[in-house]
């Protein structure tokens, strides 16, 4: 969010865009607004944006009138940031964000001081980075916030437990899918289900994953 040139905007998106790595487990692109209503309104209808990045040169009012949006700009106290000063709307922004849409992550780049700054109520803001450019970070926090939300612990651990070489005694109907892999009449039992159904058996008691009355591990973080 900032009120850029386009020559600006292009810098902005190639240079994130450059931070990008073979190992990253996201990519994202960059939509550049100019206002806090051109954000407000992205962030209510567009439910593939991730993460808000706020920076210094915000203006309030959208170039673009669109009557029927105005419905939902008014019930979103947009008034309370209409009589704030400009160099307000960052920090007041990232708080908004964060009443209307409370999953996403938001950052802050201001050219403000720590003191400054560190007084406000800024929501849920994730973090503050204070008069730099630093578009690795950026984008290794940009990451970090979506995975975070894409963690699954029991999930997790149930794929890496399918994949242990583990015998399961106690389950002979099931013993992960052996029954029915191994026999002459319903292997198109087997093809149907997949693999997979049979591999992550979790009523083996051979370890790896959890427990339901005393989590510790996966359960618990999930």
């Not at 700054?117 to 849920?124: F, M, N, T, V, Y």
């Not at 699954?152 to 437990?161: M, N, V």
Request: charged share 25%.
């Amino acid at each position: 969010m900032d009120n850029l040139s386009d020559q600006q905007a292009r810098f902005l998106k190639s240079s994130l865009h450059g931070m990008r790595r073979d190992e990253d487990p996201f990519i994202y692109e960059c939509v550049v607004v100019p206002s806090v209503e051109d954000a407000l309104i992205g962030v209510l209808f567009n439910h593939d944006i991730q993460a808000v990045v706020v920076r210094p040169g915000l203006t309030f009012h959208s170039r673009n009138e669109v009557e029927i949006l105005r419905h939902f700009l008014s019930q979103s106290a947009m008034e309370d940031l209409q009589e704030l000063a400009p160099s307000e709307y960052g920090p007041e922004t990232c708080r908004l964000i964060g009443r209307v849409r409370p999953e996403l992550d938001a950052y802050l780049i201001t050219d403000r001081s720590a003191e400054d700054i560190a007084g406000l109520d800024l929501g849920l803001c994730r973090r503050v980075f204070y008069n730099q450019e630093d578009f690795l970070e950026l984008h290794l926090n940009i990451l970090r916030g979506v995975n975070r939300r894409y963690r699954t612990p029991f999930f997790s651990a149930l794929k890496e437990y399918s994949k242990q070489p583990t015998g399961v005694f106690h389950a002979l109907p099931i013993s992960r899918g052996k029954s029915i892999t191994r026999s002459h009449w319903i292997q198109d039992m087997g093809a149907f289900y997949g693999p997979n159904i049979f591999m992550a058996e979790t009523s083996a008691t051979s370890g790896g994953l959890d427990s339901l009355l005393e989590p510790r591990g996966p359960i618990k973080q999930a």
